[in-house]
């Protein structure tokens, strides 16, 4: 059991180096706006007039979020001529790496209530 958790440990340790800053990019309430506004929209994308409607922010404000969410893997853009249309990144590598990393933790969440129940810890939290 205890090979296990050390384990588990070295994998979360690992994750969370691996998606630092995507976890930091989508941790901001204006980003999470952001994200919000392009989830609205098709995935073809959007424009950074547009997204600033959506979300209530400035074109300046905007265009500093998207390049912070585009550096972490979580917003794409497509170039048409001298237009950027803006979009949820839909390469799924960076997404998977953040729920595989929550999966391992719910994982070692669970594994810990079983240690509890079996050693007569049953206290709640």
Same mark, same amino acid.
Request: aromatic fraction near 4%; include cysteine; charge should be positive.
């Given at each position: 059991m205890e090979k296990e958790c050390v384990i588990r440990i070295k994998k979360i340790t690992e994750g969370f180096q691996n998606c630092c800053e995507a976890f930091s990019a989508i941790g901001d309430p204006t980003r999470q706006a952001i994200l919000v506004a392009l989830l609205a929209s098709d995935f073809g994308g959007i424009r950074v007039g547009e997204i600033a409607g959506k979300a209530h922010l400035t074109r300046p404000s905007v265009s500093h979020h998207l390049k912070i969410l585009k550096e972490a893997g $979580?917003?794409?853009?497509?170039? !048409? *001529?001298?237009?950027n249309y803006y979009y949820i990144s839909l390469d799924e590598n960076r997404?998977? !790496?953040?729920? #595989?990393?929550? #999966?391992?933790?719910? !994982? *070692? $969440?669970?594994? *810990?209530k079983r240690e509890r129940v079996t050693h007569g810890? #049953?206290?709640k939290n």
């Open positions: $979580i917003v794409a853009m497509q170039k !048409e *001529g001298t237009k997404w998977k !790496e953040m729920m #595989n990393l929550m #999966n391992i933790i719910c !994982e *070692g $969440i669970e594994a *810990g810890k #049953n206290r």
